[in-house]
Structures are given as C-alpha cells and as structure tokens.
C-alpha cells in the first residue's frame, strides 16, 4: 500500500504529495520519502541534500531560488510546524507554463508536500508564526549556480496572500525579469 497520494497540478511535472499518517491515541507516523514510490511523480534521482529552515514571523517570504543547469534540482518541499503558501514558478525555456506559477498551502496538519522539477524558481511565505520546513534535494547547493527572481515581480504577478513586511535583502534584490529572460536551459 502507498504512504501517498500523488496529485497533478497545472504545470506539467510539479505535483502534490500527500502523506498517508498511520496513527493512534500515541500520534503518528508519516513518511516523508521512498523512492520507489514517489519514482510515479517523477523523482528518480538520489537525494543529495536535506536542508531545514525555521522562519519565525508570520508573512515573511523567502524566495524566489533555483540553481542553473548542470546543477538544477529537484526539491519536495514539506511543512512539519506550521503553515505555508508554497510557490513554484515555471522557468524551463520553451515550457508551454513558462513563467506560470502554481502555490498550494503546506502545513504540518494537511500534511501535503510540493514536489518541484528541476527548471523551477521556488519560494514560499508563513501563513503563521514559528514555520519549520524539510526540503529533500535532488542536487548539491552550488553557490556558483545560485540564482534567483524577486517575489513581487510585477511580470509574474504571484498573489501572495499576505502584505510582504519581512524577506532577506539578498530575495529582495533579485533581478525582475525582463524581456531578455527566454528561461532556463536544462
């Protein structure tokens, strides 16, 4: 029997994952990761990297990042503590969602996860305080490949659904993208 559900979303490749929690009166327990069963929503690489992040205030926006080709990955993104708007943002040159983006809320109670390609930009805001989030990469962090767009980029128009008053100054100064921008070359 599958630990997951695994359901499309508008953007061919990126998925939703829902974890399956066998419990009792003691709690839970709920898998995270298994090759073989998530090699259907399209992960078939190794893990590389598993990274945590806290974020302490409610409406603060990390994001938009993703690593340049040869070092694109692929992440699946959970919410342990908390809630998110998880966003991905199609980035894959001649894509026919480029620059479309597609947001679920993650949190610690749906138990939902985001599984994002390779090719995508990916960012999320807390939609309450104390957030703590687990992403698996398919991909080492390559700061030589590190890239970024900025969240409120007018071209993107990502309805963030709170007013944006805390993000890093590095996510704020991402570029907006311009006509030049045809994507990323995988």
């Known amino acids: 029997m599958s630990q997951f559900s695994i359901f499309d979303t508008p953007i061919a490749g990126l998925k939703v994952i829902e974890r399956k929690p066998i419990g009792d009166h003691r ?3 709920a898998r995270i990761f298994c090759a ?4 259907s929503a399209g992960w078939e690489k190794s893990i590389a990297q ?3 992040t806290v974020t302490k ?3 603060a926006v990390r994001g938009m990042h993703f690593q340049n080709a040869p070092h694109a990955e692929m992440k699946l993104v959970s ?3 908390g809630e998110i708007w998880d966003v991905a943002v199609d980035l894959r040159k001649n894509s026919p969602t480029f620059l479309k983006w597609h947001a679920e809320k993650l949190s610690s109670e749906n138990c939902h996860a985001l599984l994002i390609p390779e090719g995508f930009a990916h960012g999320f805001q807390t939609l309450t305080d104390d957030c703590e989030l687990l992403y698996l990469h398919s991909a080492h962090y390559v700061r030589e490949a590190e890239a970024g767009i900025r969240p409120n980029d007018p071209r993107l128009d990502i309805s963030w659904p709170l007013d944006f008053f805390e993000i890093s100054m590095r996510d ?5 993208l311009n006509d030049q921008f ?5």
């Not at 073989?36 to 090699?39: E, G, H, I, P, R």
């Not at 704020?172 to 907006?176: K, Q, S, T």
């Open 79 to 81: 919410c342990l503590q």
């Open 36 to 39: 073989d069963q998530l090699k």
């Open 27 to 29: 709690g839970f327990l």
């Open 172 to 176: 704020a100064e991402h570029p907006l």
């Open 57 to 59: 205030k409610r409406g």
């Open 50 to 52: 598993i990274n945590q």
């Open 182 to 186: 045809i994507g990323i070359e995988l």
